[in-house]
């Protein structure tokens, strides 16, 4: 890692209660009271992020107004009017230490030095750039020769990045919830994989710090014939019921994240365990086996373990108000945009324009794509949510290398030829406006209804998809294949509304459909 903040992995306190005073200091800047349930070691002039509450209201980066003692601080918060009041804070809530006001420029090009840039090296922590619990954060500078990602942001309110070439081995921008207020346009360059990311969670990234050290597990057992783990820590763990952990080093394959029994094989991710706290020192959670990635309940002989670590993952929440625009890929591996939606948290307010475009960086890879990983939690198969997705003009090949340019993929597919299975995804209130697909040779398509590629694939499963598509205009090669403007599968309930569909220059003795759909589509 060569840039990183701070407070990237800043350790989380716990947080008692939330209270405003909605007449001081002004009707229009709210005094927010925190108080912590330990001490947290914050002065006058720090940044903070509180994360957990449940109302919404007070989640975000906030700097610290005051000090009245080491358990209690102060922030201000914005109101909308003299009369606003908020919904009172709730649930399992959190302080991280935090940055704020961060702005990285330069002329020149921040160089990783790793020259071998091909696709599939998923080199995990080896990263240029990391950013984690900031605010207002302005980037624009040239990256290039990193081995996994260019730039990694995580906990996240308020990003501006803009630059004019890249090139990363594995994904050029990387932005994991909770993340909001995010602009990233003006960037072009070649990926060994997905050139900008927008994920809810992540199993694999590098924040996955737990307090100041990693917990240590004195003892896990499973008395056999259930599904159930039972975990004793050497100190008080300091979980809430619903984390999601990490754990390693305990010596049995059915406890590990990256156990034979647990592995989740696409890209080396690893398994997520989801934590019921007993008491301080003690949390349960579900063994599980894998099967190309699904993850289900699963029972084990009588195995313990007296040793072994515990992390947990942080780079978890929701994805609000994310602008990709103007920009486009080379590298025929990768989605110049790839959205990761998660049940545990939804993504709202996604604008995506003007991708693929003319400029040097001409996308030649996947245009779009988009799945929830969801398969790695064990036994939680819940339903996604993006609602307001929102694509304007984009531009993308048809080709052999890319046969599907445009994936909103729900429940089955393929990658590198491994099999994977993800939840189904509602999405609600999806727009495309403007599709310019050109054709290339293409013999198959990935995933396909019968022999046909498709420039549009919806694939939800047993969800819902509510929007509308403006324009489909394909301009196909003789050599092309049977093609789907728009290709329909799953069990979910599509409602839709479609404006013109132009496909011209068909090969001969091949086929044009405007809508197609698989036997199991709902309607």
Known sequence: QFIVNSNAHS??????????????????????????????????????????????????????????????????????SATNTWAAAAGTMFAYKANANIRLTGAGTIDCNFSGNYPGGFGQGKLCIVMS???????????????????????????????????????????????????????????????????????????????????????????????????????????KTGDLVLISSTGQAAFNSDGASNNYPMQGALTQFKVTVTDSDTFTFATGTGNYGRLTPSTFGAASASTGIVRVINACGAVKNATLQNSGIEGTQAHAVFLYPQYLAEMTNIYIDRIGGSSPGLMKGNLFGMMAPASYLVGDDGTATVRNLHIGTVQADVSATTPVPLQLIGPTSTNGGFPYWVGPVNLLGFRIDTVLARGGSVTSGVPTVGSKSSIIDINTGAARVEGSIGSIQADMDSTTSNLSAIQLAGTGTYRLHVGDIQISNVGSGNTAYGISHTSTAAG
């Open 11 to 80: 350790n989380r306190i716990s947080v008692s209660a939330i209270t405003p005073t909605y007449d001081s200091p002004s009707s229009h800047n709210v005094s927010v009271s925190v108080t912590t349930g330990s001490a947290h070691g914050y002065v006058a002039g720090d940044y903070i992020e509180i994360l957990g509450d449940t109302s919404g209201v007070y989640n975000g980066n906030y700097k610290v107004i005051s000090v009245a003692d080491t358990t209690h601080f102060v922030f201000y918060k914005k109101a909308g």
């Open 133 to 239: 619990k900031v605010g207002n954060v302005d980037v624009n500078v040239a990256v290039t020769n990193a081995l996994n990602f260019d730039l990694y942001f995580s906990h996240v309110y308020g990003l501006h990045y803009s630059a004019l070439r890249m090139a990363a081995n594995g994904a050029q921008v990387q932005v994991e919830g909770p993340a909001q207020d995010i602009l990233l346009k003006d960037i072009y360059g070649a990926s060994g994989d997905d050139g900008w990311s927008l994920q809810v969670c992540n199993s694999t990234s590098p924040d996955t710090q737990s307090f100041d050290d990693p917990i240590t597990i004195s003892a896990v057992t499973n008395s056999g014939g259930t599904a159930t783990a039972t975990v004793d820590t050497a100190t008080a763990h300091r979980l």
